[in-house]
């Protein structure tokens, strides 16, 4: 019997699954599936490994290799998963909180060490499971649960994060532009080096009732309002970018990854 694209790699009789109405974490993970089946991915070749949070819980419906780890680590057990055996496809799925203010040391060491692995970061502005508190990725000025009177702090860019500590692959999308986002998933798992790509989407139930996206379609047309390709995002004034969003491949290049460099230095080691 045929099988909709990407089904295979989900376990059984597991969906409906856990997340809120309107939440993009379900149409990242479809993306991912479909780029995995599309890659021609088994589930024994690929090891998925999550964190804690909404998004850390996606390895629960999935039959590849996983491994569920601690808060802020994801990147950590990635990391030495690949590097002890580089023939398996790694892929870490963090949401915000996880991956860059509870993990953000991990994070930024594994773009400068630039392991061949990928990592995918479901940014919902807050700390979604535990009720909506304020992360390093809130908007300056926006409400959550432990900013009530607005957040006094500036956000993290995840990708010009990314960007600047040394990551390969970088790309943004958003649940509104899902085909878009299984084609970036499909570029980051085959590009040699780290690969980050972020997914824009506002979590519904905490921050999105707390600002302007009360209902899941406000959300979704606050990202098709805001979300520019990144050609045309790098032609607007600067003056008009603070409230764009550019989407697509920001960064590509080739350097070196972890494990080449590693093997340099092992055949170093073996002459003596």
């Given amino acids: 019997m045929a099988h909709a694209t990407g089904t295979k790699y989900l376990k059984g009789g597991i969906l409906p699954h856990m997340w809120c109405s ?67 496809n790694v892929v870490a799925i963090m949401g915000d909180g996880d991956g860059v203010t509870i993990g953000g040391n991990h994070f930024i060491h594994a773009c400068r060490r630039n392991i061949d692995l990928t990592a995918i970061i479901l940014n919902n ?19 959550t649960s432990t900013t009530a009177y607005g957040n006094p702090e500036r ?8 960007e600047s500590a040394g990551a390969n692959y970088v790309a943004r999308c958003t649940p509104y532009h899902g085909w878009e986002m299984k084609e970036n998933m499909k570029e980051a798992l085959t590009k040699k080096g780290f690969s980050v790509v972020e997914v824009v989407s506002p979590c519904p139930t905490h921050f ?11 959300m979704l047309h606050w990202l098709r309002d805001r ?9 607007l004034p600067e003056t008009e970018r603070a409230e764009r969003l550019a989407i697509g491949t920001l960064v590509s290049r080739d ?17 003596g």
């Fill in 227 to 235: 979300a520019i390709a990144v050609e045309e995002y790098r032609r």
């Fill in 208 to 218: 999105g009732r707390h600002n302007e996206m009360k209902e899941t379609p406000d």
């Fill in 155 to 162: 956000d993290f860019d995840i990708c010009a994060l990314a």
């Fill in 22 to 88: 309107g939440c993009g974490i379900g149409t990242m993970l479809g993306a991912l599936l479909r780029a995995f089946e599309e890659l021609g991915y088994t589930t024994t070749d690929t090891v998925v490994v999550t964190g804690i949070g909404c998004t850390g819980k996606a390895d629960d419906y999935m039959i590849t290799n996983a491994l569920h780890t601690t808060h802020g680590r994801a990147l950590a057990y990635a990391t030495g998963i690949k590097a002890y055996n580089p023939k398996l």
């Fill in 125 to 143: 502005f807050n700390f979604g499971m535990t009720g909506g508190q304020v992360s390093g990725t809130t908007p300056p000025q926006r409400y």
């Fill in 255 to 271: 350097v070196p990854d972890f494990n080449t460099q590693y093997e340099l230095v092992k055949a170093r080691a073996q002459k």
